[in-house]
């Protein structure tokens, strides 16, 4: 599961990185003009940031979950890779 968390936050990084200062597609995190700045960055680490709490709320309380909630965060860094993949081919 540690594992899991680790590599999720790397792919957010990553996404953040590869998005910084370019049109942004999604309108959640999309700042002025649909960029990625400064505010698209703080909106993002409180998703990440609130995903992580709430797994570990729901983990403290069903430890049967972490094997599920690992394979659950390997899945969405999968699809944030391919997210970063595809952004830095617009480049």
């Known amino acids: 599961y540690r594992w899991s968390v680790a590599i999720l936050a790397a792919s957010s990084a990553a996404d953040v990185a590869s998005s910084w200062r370019r049109p942004e597609a999604n309108p959640v995190v999309a ?16 998703l990440v940031g609130s995903s992580f709490l709430l797994e570990h709320l729901v983990l403290r309380h069903r430890p049967d979950l972490y094997r599920r909630v690992a394979w659950l965060n390997f899945g969405i860094a999968g699809a944030q890779g391919a997210v970063v993949q595809h952004n830095m081919s617009l480049r």
């Open 31 to 46: 700042g002025p003009g649909s960029t990625f700045g400064g505010g698209s960055v703080a909106i993002k680490l409180g």
